[in-house]
């Protein structure tokens, strides 16, 4: 989908698929503070496979885009799924962005967020949301710093438990 990309710092962005499953496990299986705070474990295996299957009611894998980081050695940094045209026509929804703890505060999450932001634009989008679990304070501060404003504060079932999420949202300008 991003056939245009930038490069940063010698990190690529690609699309990725099930032939990438076994990396995007491992850095679900590196990002141990994520996995307690939204699920209270870390990932048990079987993250990879639902990030990539994962799909909104009435969508499909048409509107599905799974985007990797790769380092200059090919290993995965960073995955980050999103769907076009969720909840309504125009919006882009952000299931997850994971980056490798190893290699967090060293503006990947920067990166592969202003990438998708120009992809949106490029599609005439106008939004881009997401919904964050409230006890994940350093990723609201990141989506802050991306520019993205709370809407609403939201109960939801998540892992078949009541979680409270801030809805944020960025603006296409
Ligand atoms: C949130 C996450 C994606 C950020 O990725 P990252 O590559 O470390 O972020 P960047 O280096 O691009 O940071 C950009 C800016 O965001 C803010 N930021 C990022 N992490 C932060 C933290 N832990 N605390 C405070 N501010 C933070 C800073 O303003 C930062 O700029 P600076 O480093 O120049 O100060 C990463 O920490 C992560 O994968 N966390 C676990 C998964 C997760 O929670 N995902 C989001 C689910 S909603």
Redesign the pocket.
């Known amino acids: 989908m991003i056939s245009n990309y930038n490069e940063y710092k010698n990190f690529i962005i690609k699309d990725v698929s099930h032939n990438d499953q076994i990396k995007i496990q491992e850095l679900c299986n590196s990002?141990v503070?994520?996995f307690l705070i939204s699920q209270g474990k870390p990932a048990t295996g079987n993250e990879a496979q639902e990030f990539l299957m994962v799909l909104p009611p009435n969508k499909t894998f048409e509107d599905k885009i799974n985007l990797g980081i790769f380092n200059i050695a090919e290993d995965l940094v960073g995955f980050v799924d999103l769907i076009r045209n969720y909840p309504q026509n125009g919006t882009w929804y952000i299931g997850?962005?994971?980056?490798d703890s190893k290699a967090?505060?060293?503006?990947?999450?920067?990166y592969i967020i202003h990438e998708i932001i120009k992809m949106v634009k490029k599609d005439s989008g106008e939004k881009i949301k997401?919904g964050?679990l409230i006890e994940?304070e350093?990723?609201l501060?990141?989506w802050e710093?991306m520019g993205f404003v709370t809407t609403e504060k939201s109960e939801i079932i998540f892992e078949g438990v009541n979680r409270s999420i801030y809805k944020m949202e960025y603006q296409i300008l």
């Open positions: 990002c503070d994520y997850l962005l994971l980056i967090r505060r060293n503006g990947l999450g920067k997401i964050v994940n350093s990723a501060k990141f710093s």
